[in-house]
């Protein structure tokens, strides 16, 4: 017995320095205790928690070897005057865009030339004269594809045929995917005219630009017949073709210089808007086709003259000097009557309802007003129908 347990503590096979004692044991198990416990709390713990520094580390400048030459550094993506702050980058950032290529709105003024304004009524002044300007002015309106029913340089008028702008078609789901094929087959129903009015002046030219528009419409309750009806005049519209026609006869690269080439003066004339004068009948019982005029000559007569534009009125001669506008008129309510039969003449009617009516309206100054009358072909003040009805249009558009 004795010897058996001598042999066991001095087995031969067991190397003492690496037997497993129970204190070795408890050891060794506490170590890999605490060596998986910080293994799992490295998976599972934030950053912070599991000791990692999250906060940026500078870079460190590269190396340069003793026989090359340090690059120089491109500043452009630089950070200016230190730390800036989203909110500070965030409110500088519109001030930059707007003093950086931002471009300029509703311009007023083009290669020396400006746009007049008073109440409704706007006119292009030129420095050019009306000879210079006749043919840029029509090549205007051929480029823009619009057809010359009137070409009078002698009247200084021109009058477009009626046209369809294609751009207030509906855009639709199949014309936007079939584009310009199907322009022909889109109707809008709309047609306009201008008419462009050019006069002398001693410093050159004014250009006066009129709308008239006609909409189709049905006439009968089974909607399979229409006609053609007027319908308001459009002051935008001509606002708009006047802005492009400065903008086409200023020319490529003239909007530099738009500023300086057309003075101090001109731009604040441009920039200017007087509020539409009053006008009303003189004496609606004595005279019931004159009018007045809360302005001096100069002002109305341009006012007059873009009412008669607009109301279709055929100028055929004007004096202004004398205030005298020649025109040409034929009741709207009358161009789609027939003229009468042949038996109907057999028996002496020979009345034309479309023929066309000669007028006189005189521009007469007052102080600071102006009377507008309506006058027949010799000069003398017209009480009748037509002449009222001329005045009422008259009237309308000068209010």
């Avoid at 009247?155 to 207030?168: C, I, N, P, Q, Y």
């Avoid at 009015?197 to 909607?223: C, L, M, P, W």
């Avoid at 004398?322 to 789609?336: E, I, M």
Wanted: glycine share 8%.
């Amino acid at each position: 017995m004795r010897g058996r347990r001598r042999g066991r503590r001095g087995d031969p096979n067991v190397n003492p320095r690496f037997a497993i004692t129970s204190l070795r044991l408890a050891t060794l198990t506490l170590l890999a205790a605490l060596a998986g416990c910080s293994t799992v709390k490295g998976w599972f713990a934030s950053d912070d928690e599991s000791g990692v520094d999250t906060q940026p580390q500078r870079p460190q400048s590269l190396i340069v070897p003793p026989d090359l030459s340090q690059l120089s550094r491109d500043s452009r993506y630089a950070v200016q005057g230190g730390v800036v702050s989203a909110s500070e980058a965030g409110a500088s950032a519109p001030a930059a865009a707007v003093a950086t290529g931002a471009p300029t709105v509703a311009i007023n003024s083009e290669g020396g030339m400006h746009i007049e304004r008073d109440g409704q009524a706007r006119w292009l002044v030129v420095p050019q004269s009306p000879e210079t300007l006749w043919p840029q002015v029509k090549a205007f309106w051929e480029r823009r594809g619009y057809k010359l029913s009137v070409d009078d340089p002698k009247l200084g008028v021109m009058d477009t045929e009626w046209h369809e702008d294609k751009s207030k078609a509906p855009l639709g789901t199949v014309r936007k995917l079939l584009g310009g094929l199907l322009d022909n087959a889109v109707d809008t129903g709309l047609r306009d005219a201008y008419r462009t009015r050019i006069e002398r002046t001693a410093k050159g030219s004014e250009i006066y630009i009129s709308q008239r528009g006609i909409r189709e419409v049905f006439v009968n309750d089974q909607h399979d017949e229409t006609a053609w009806r007027p319908r308001p005049n459009d002051p935008q519209l001509e606002a708009e073709m006047l802005a492009r026609l400065m903008l086409a006869l200023g020319g490529p690269g003239a909007g530099a210089n738009a500023a300086a080439a057309a003075g101090p003066a001109a731009a604040a004339s441009a920039a200017t808007v007087t509020q539409a004068p009053l006008a009303r009948m003189a004496d609606p019982a004595q005279q019931p086709t004159t009018l007045t005029l809360d302005e001096p000559f100069d002002r109305a007569w341009r006012r007059v003259g873009l009412a008669l534009d607009r109301g279709g009125f055929t100028v055929e001669d004007r004096d202004r000097t004398a205030g005298l506008y020649f025109v040409r008129w034929v009741d709207p309510k009358n161009v789609n009557k027939e003229q009468p039969g042949w038996w109907a003449r057999l028996f002496g009617d020979h009345s034309n309802p479309q023929a066309a009516l000669r007028f006189r309206i005189a521009l007469k100054p007052s102080a600071d007003q102006t009377t507008v009358a309506v006058q027949n072909s010799t000069g003398q003040v017209d009480t009748g129908d037509n002449a009222r009805r001329i005045a009422d249009l008259l009237l309308q558009d000068l209010r």
